[in-house]
């Protein structure tokens, strides 16, 4: 007889065990389904990806950094943690968290702001603005606000990406020549920069211009070739061979030297919160929108499902690492992101593994990053500005429609003119204008008799005459029925009104969406008004809904429930039944208004059409 075995063996916990597991596994698969299954072969194709975009973190972020104003230091320890936690929490297994240029350009001219206008140090004050940007972006996550960005139209974002990149081009200018610079906008800076010129450095604008030539050729030669990394290296190397500094090139040592150690724990100032809010927005909206935009795109490529709420948490929570380890806001990084695509990596740990990589650069050859030129980094930023200026996509914007180009022009112009936050909210004020714009729009048009004897729309200017029975108008109305489009409707019904030769109206609303409280007040009061010269509304086509809210706001009483013909299964078919209805009151036809009633009655039920 065998004996029994104690529930607490290894027997016994195995169901216990495997639950742990499955819950586990569930986990996974909700919030990181690229880690479910993930092999040793994923793990060694995530550890080359994140490496190649960890090599190109490096010169960007200590570029960045030059962007930004603040110390290169920033820019690198920005590319560490940030770009671990970011791709832990976030939904694309490809998007690199890290500085980005027109992030860097936004937060140079917001620190130097507040700097001007309250003091501080910049580095604090930076790190505080990473701190309420990732606040936000978390809220904005859970609060499920990830459509928001949707609302951001593209020529807007166009128009601030090429606004930025010319502020990149002419920021550059003085570490091209050797001059001295000043913030400001364009014309300040184009100002200060030509006044300074009879002090330019030959050897200095040498190097700048020899870095952005070779970056050219590189790229014609192979696109593979990274660029970046071959330029800043053989610039560190020209300043130990040739003593570059010493002749008077400057390099990051004369800026702030990088550390050989690991990022620094950073506590953000509290202080000052309110001066920084509209500027933090502003970084907010800008880190959301590119980083959403990185994501969408490479989703496309990859066939990735990708969550924008999550998105918005994992961007967040990246800013939050940034802002306690010495870095400074970060935004979804297209270069570094499209590398880890490119490279073949399969999983968020690409991004895992890229932080770490840079952490341990940083942490053993720190110091030698210092002797990096800046007019290599200015020649590498002119190329980086040039590649941003999209001149297909600009075309596009320009002649696609008066509403884009003017998004789009207004918006460069903005930043051009005036600070970075402000040309931020001047796009979003753009965009949400031209939303409410187009969502207002009604499009009516005229429904009669054509020569086959069949109903068709025209325009209600077009002078094709259709075949009409005497004292009878049918218009259509298409697009939303809310109080912006209210006004619209009020004039169209109003001209219907006035016109003498019309006795009975149709509206057709098969094709309009929605029915607001004011756009019903707008439907009884006309109905009302033609009641008072011997006319008559009928509705026909509507929807439940419509019905419902016709009949909750008492317009359906005024209007008279014998004028209003719902929708119908057979195609036109209240169409067809608020004609006769019609008709009856006129008491008058035509022979292609009966020619089509004839036909129409010959017509079986069609369910399916619209």
């Not at 001295?180 to 184009?190: E, F, I, K, T």
């Not at 070739?225 to 990051?252: E, N, Q, S």
């Not at 040039?386 to 696609?400: C, G, S, Y």
């Not at 489009?485 to 309009?512: F, H, P, Y």
Request: charged share 15%; net charge positive.
């Amino acid at each position: 007889m065998g004996r029994a075995r104690h529930p607490g063996t290894t027997r016994g916990r195995a169901p216990c065990f495997m639950g742990v597991r499955a819950r586990s596994v569930s986990l996974l698969s909700r919030f990181a389904p690229d880690l479910v299954g993930i092999t040793r072969k994923d793990l060694l194709a995530d550890l080359a990806a994140g490496s190649a975009a960890a090599f190109m973190a490096v010169p960007q972020g200590v570029a960045y950094a030059l962007i930004a104003g603040l110390p290169p230091k920033m820019g690198l320890y920005a590319g560490m943690l940030p770009v671990i936690v970011g791709s832990l929490f976030r939904s694309s297994r490809h998007v690199q968290a890290g500085p980005t240029n027109a992030v860097s350009l936004l937060v140079g001219g917001a620190v130097a702001t507040y700097v001007a206008v309250n003091g501080g140090d910049p580095i604090t004050i930076a790190a505080t603005m990473a701190l309420m940007v990732g606040a936000f972006q978390v809220a904005a996550g859970a609060l499920r606000l990830g459509a928001v960005v949707d609302y951001i139209s593209a020529p807007v974002v166009l128009g601030y990406i090429t606004g930025a990149a010319v502020l990149i081009g002419i920021g550059q200018l003085p570490n091209l020549s050797g001059t001295d610079g000043a913030r400001g906008n364009l014309l300040q800076s184009v100002s200060v920069w030509a006044q300074g010129l009879a002090d330019w450095d030959p050897l200095t604008l040498g190097v700048a211009l020899g870095t952005s030539a070779l970056l050219v050729i590189l790229k014609k030669l192979d696109k593979r070739i990274p660029g970046a990394i071959v330029v800043m290296a053989l610039g560190i190397a020209a300043d130990y061979a040739f003593d570059l500094r010493g002749r008077g090139v400057k390099t990051i040592a004369d800026l702030a030297r990088v550390p050989a150690s690991l990022p620094p724990f950073v506590l953000p100032s509290l202080t000052g919160l309110a001066a920084l809010l509209p500027l933090a927005a502003a970084a907010t909206v800008l880190s959301l929108v590119e980083s959403a935009a990185v994501g969408r795109s490479l989703a496309t490529k990859s066939g990735d499902r990708l969550d924008t709420n999550q998105e918005f948490i994992g961007q967040g929570a990246a800013n939050l690492a940034a802002a306690f380890t010495g870095g400074y806001v970060v935004s979804g990084s297209l270069g570094r992101s499209a590398i880890v695509f490119n490279s073949g990596g399969k999983s968020r740990m690409a991004g895992v593994f890229g932080g770490i990589v840079v952490l341990l650069l940083v942490w053993v050859a720190g110091p030698i990053v210092d002797h990096t030129p800046i007019a290599s980094l200015a020649g590498l930023l002119l190329v980086v500005a040039w590649n941003l200026i999209d001149v297909p996509r600009i075309r596009t914007a320009l002649k696609t429609s008066p509403g884009d180009a003017a998004a789009f022009v207004v918006t460069a112009l903005g930043c051009w003119t005036l600070s970075l936050d402000q040309a931020i909210y001047l796009g979003v004020a753009i965009s949400l204008i031209l939303f409410l714009r187009r969502a207002s729009l009604l499009k009516v048009t005229e429904l009669g008799i054509d020569k086959t004897g069949r109903l068709r729309e025209v325009e209600l200017d077009d002078e094709t005459q259709l075949g009409r029975a005497p004292g009878l108008r049918m218009l259509h109305l298409e697009g939303p029925l809310f109080f912006g489009s209210s006004g619209e409707l009020r004039s169209v019904l109003d001209e219907q009104i006035a016109d003498a030769s019309v006795q009975v109206l149709i509206l057709r609303l098969r094709r309009a969406r929605g029915l607001d409280v004011s756009t019903a007040t707008v439907l009884s009061d006309a109905a009302q008004q033609m009641k008072t010269h011997g006319k008559t509304l009928i509705l026909a086509g509507m929807n439940p809904l419509q019905s419902q809210r016709l009949e909750r706001s008492g317009a359906a009483a005024i209007i008279g429930p014998e004028q209003l013909f719902p929708h119908r299964p057979k195609w036109f078919g209240a169409m067809d039944a608020s004609l006769r209805h019609a008709l009856s009151i006129t008491g008058e036809s035509s022979p292609a208004m009966e020619d089509y009633l004839a036909w129409r009655a010959r017509q079986g039920p069609e369910d399916s059409k619209p």
